[in-house]
Structure formats: structure tokens, C-alpha cells
T-cell receptor
Framework: AQSVTQLGSHVSVSEGALVLLRCNYSSSVPPYLFWYVQYPNQGLQLLLK??????LVKGINGFEAEFKKSETSFHLTKPSAHMSDAAEYFC???????????????FGQGTILTVHP | DAGVTQSPTHLIKTRGQQVTLRCSPKSGHDTVSWYQQALGQGPQFIFQYYEEEERQRGNFPDRFSGHQFPNYSSELNVNALLLGDSALYLC?????????????????FGPGTRLTVL
């Protein structure tokens, strides 16, 4: 079974400061990894994903994440926070490959990011 | 190009009732997944439909059932509603991937249906 742990249900930063949202996963095989953002009263929007290849992936809105297999981590970062980044962020995993494994995304509990002026 | 659409936006039901939620996938997408997001929690996978068949199911009771139509739209049905079924129900659609799989393809999410059970 796969699981995702997001450390810190709430993270608060000042505008212009570094954003770091932590995600650790548990999986019997290296999974595909995703970060989604959810604004109030909206669905989820994909920020970035890792499937294969380069372990540092860049996403939208200046976010990036690095897959570290040895640490089973996929932390999300942004060098300089903007007020518009305030939202809830979810890390998710999915088993690679086809068959019945490819449908299910397993999400973490979410981290609410607050950005102070 | 319209994204994933869901209806209704909000719904209030009482315990024991039945509810049907609807989802239209993004244009060109043939696979639909449903998730339940309780307040303060991450989304939980309910099931996925492809070619009008339930392809994979999460840990949800049989009270939760679904259907996919030939035009790829989908319905989620919940019978005998419980207070604990109150949640945001999200639908996501995916492009078909190589060889019919969609492992790495992005799931595009709709805005959700907020169900309140009183």
C-alpha cells in the first residue's frame, strides 16, 4: 500500500520568503509523484509531477520539487512567496505502469500555506 | 475548451436519502475518477471508470456506485446517506495514455460538488 505524509498542516511565510512544503511517501516501488494546489471553493490544479528522468522538476507559478529516492521525499519549494500563493497544497503518489494500478492517486492530508505581507 | 464540469455545485440531503452527482470530462478524455474530500482532509479515491466499466475501486462501501456513459460522462450514486458522507466530491478526467494506459498522465479535476447530509 502507498501512503503520503505531509509534515506541517499549516505553514506561514512572509511575502518574498522561501516556501518549503514537505512531503514524504511510502511505496513498495518508486512511484509517480504529484503536487496539487487547491484554492478556496475550487478543485485541484496540478503544479508539477515527477514520473521518470530528471529528479528536479519545475512546475507552474515558479514552484519546483526534487525527488529524493534515498529520503523518500518530494518537497515543494518556491524561492519567493507571493500573496497569490496562499492556498492548500496536496502531495500525491500513484503506482507507475499499467494495469489496475494506474488509476488511483493517494493524497496527503494537505498543507495550508499562509503568506503575510 | 471547457474543463471538467460537475453538477450540482451544492446539495443538501437528509440521512437515509439517495444522491446522484454528475461529471462531464474534459474534451478528449475517456477516463473518469471520483474522489471524496472530507473537511480538512486530502481527497480519497472512490473509483475509476473507463470504457463504461469500473476499473479500480478504493475502500468505499457498496453504497457508493457509479456509471459511465458512452459519451464518457459519469455519475456517482450514494445510497442510504450517512452524516459522514458530507464532503466535497471531486471528479477527475484523464487522457488515454500510450497503449491505453494513463499512468503518468495528469488528472484534471473539476470544481467539485459540496454534499451536506443533515
Amino acid at each position: 500500500a502507498q501512503s503520503v505524509t505531509q509534515l506541517g498542516s499549516h505553514v506561514s511565510v512572509s511575502e518574498g520568503a522561501l516556501v518549503l512544503l514537505r512531503c514524504n511517501y511510502s511505496s513498495s516501488v518508486p512511484p509517480y509523484l504529484f503536487w496539487y494546489v487547491q484554492y478556496p471553493n475550487q478543485g485541484l490544479q496540478l503544479l508539477l509531477k515527477y514520473t521518470t528522468g530528471a529528479t528536479l522538476v519545475k512546475g507552474i507559478n515558479g514552484f519546483e520539487a526534487e525527488f529524493k529516492k534515498s529520503e523518500t521525499s518530494f518537497h515543494l519549494t518556491k524561492p519567493s512567496a507571493h500573496m497569490s500563493d496562499a492556498a492548500e497544497y496536496f502531495c500525491a503518489v500513484r503506482r507507475p505502469g499499467g494495469g489496475t494500478s494506474y488509476g488511483k492517486l493517494t493524497f496527503g492530508q494537505g498543507t495550508i500555506l499562509t503568506v503575510h505581507p | 475548451d471547457a474543463g471538467v464540469t460537475q453538477s450540482p455545485t451544492h446539495l443538501i440531503k437528509t440521512r437515509g436519502q439517495q444522491v446522484t452527482l454528475r461529471c462531464s470530462p474534459k474534451s478528449g478524455h475517456d477516463t473518469v475518477s471520483w474522489y471524496q474530500q472530507a473537511l480538512g482532509q486530502g481527497p480519497q479515491f472512490i473509483f475509476q471508470y473507463y470504457e463504461e466499466e469500473e476499473r479500480q475501486r478504493g475502500n468505499f462501501p457498496d453504497r457508493f456506485s457509479g456509471h459511465q456513459f458512452p459519451n464518457y460522462s459519469s455519475e456517482l450514486n450514494v445510497n442510504a446517506l450517512l452524516l459522514g458522507d458530507s464532503a466535497l466530491y471531486l471528479c477527475a478526467s484523464t487522457l488515454p495514455g500510450l497503449a491505453g494506459t494513463s499512468a503518468g498522465n495528469e488528472q484534471f479535476f473539476g470544481p467539485g460538488t459540496r454534499l451536506t447530509v443533515l
